[in-house]
């Protein structure tokens, strides 16, 4: 028997062209699974994959036929889809509710909320077409249980997406699908600047008992135990990978 842990799996890692998702595609394939690069930025996700052996293809993970060429090159290309993780995400500075446009709420939504809709209009039946037992993890975050000013929709949005995911962990149980959502404290990746505001980091991990910022390691480590069998009776849940800054 293989001793990779995700030996025989076929994975779609969205945002992983950078910061988490970069790391958990990178630690998935370590662990023998083949991976799909699915992001919109193509010189960076082309990369990730050559030096992964995946493939990449660019996607807007909003858009539905974006989702449907991702689930078909991952038969074409490696006969099978068994983990969705939504990893791509986004978020407007941190400032006052206010001042947060229309705009900026909508690519909240989309990006963080609507993607996981796609994801599963699109996958979801492929997977009970086959029979097939599935694996669908959120890149949520720490904001989504404990939030703080100055990110409120984005936090919202994060929410929606641990919610969510119990939800359709209830549903799709039955079919042997599983949902769980991770959810990081702040690290360091394309995205910090955003959350942190006039915030130094060093104020911020002051609230982090184990005293330091989450690294793609560390993310990527919690997404390839529940992708694997080893949890295979785990569903539903949200993993705080933060340091202890939810307790
Ligand atoms: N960095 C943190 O402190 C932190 C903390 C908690 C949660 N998160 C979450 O982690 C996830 C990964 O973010 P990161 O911190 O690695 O940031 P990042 O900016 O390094 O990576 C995000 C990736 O998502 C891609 N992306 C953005 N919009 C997309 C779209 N519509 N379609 C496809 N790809 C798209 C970007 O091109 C980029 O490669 C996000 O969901 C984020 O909300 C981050």
Do not use: H
């Not at 990178?26 to 083949?34: C, I, N, V, W, Y």
């Amino acid at each position: 028997m293989s001793s990779e842990r995700l030996a025989g799996k076929v994975a779609i890692v969205t945002g992983a062209a950078s910061g988490f998702g970069r790391g958990i595609a990178t630690k998935f394939a370590q662990e023998g699974a083949k991976v799909i690069v699915a992001d919109l930025s193509e010189d960076a996700g082309k990369q990730v994959a050559s030096e992964l052996g995946g493939v990449f293809i660019r996607t807007d993970v909003t858009q539905k036929a974006d989702w449907e060429a991702a689930l078909a090159l991952a038969i074409k290309e490696y006969g099978q889809l068994d983990i969705v993780v939504n990893n791509a995400g986004a978020s407007y500075s941190n400032k006052a509710t206010e001042n947060v446009t229309e705009k900026e709420f909508d690519m909240c939504m989309n990006v963080n909320v609507k993607s996981i809709y796609m994801s599963t209009q699109v996958v979801v039946p492929y997977l009970l077409k086959e029979n097939r037992p599935g694996n669908f993890i959120q890149i949520a975050s720490t904001a989504g249980i404990r939030p703080r000013g100055g990110l409120a929709w984005y936090s919202a949005s994060k929410g929606a997406a641990i919610t969510v995911t119990k939800a359709l962990a209830s549903e799709y149980g039955p079919k042997q699908i599983r949902f769980n959502a991770v959810s990081p404290v702040v690290g360091v990746t394309g995205m910090t600047n955003l959350f942190l505001g006039s915030t130094d980091i060093s104020t911020f991990v002051a609230t982090v008992p184990l005293g330091r910022p989450s690294t793609p390691a560390d993310i990527a480590n919690a997404c390839c135990y529940l992708a694997s069998d080893e949890a295979a009776f785990i569903t539903g849940v949200n993993l705080e990978v933060d340091g202890g800054r939810c307790v």
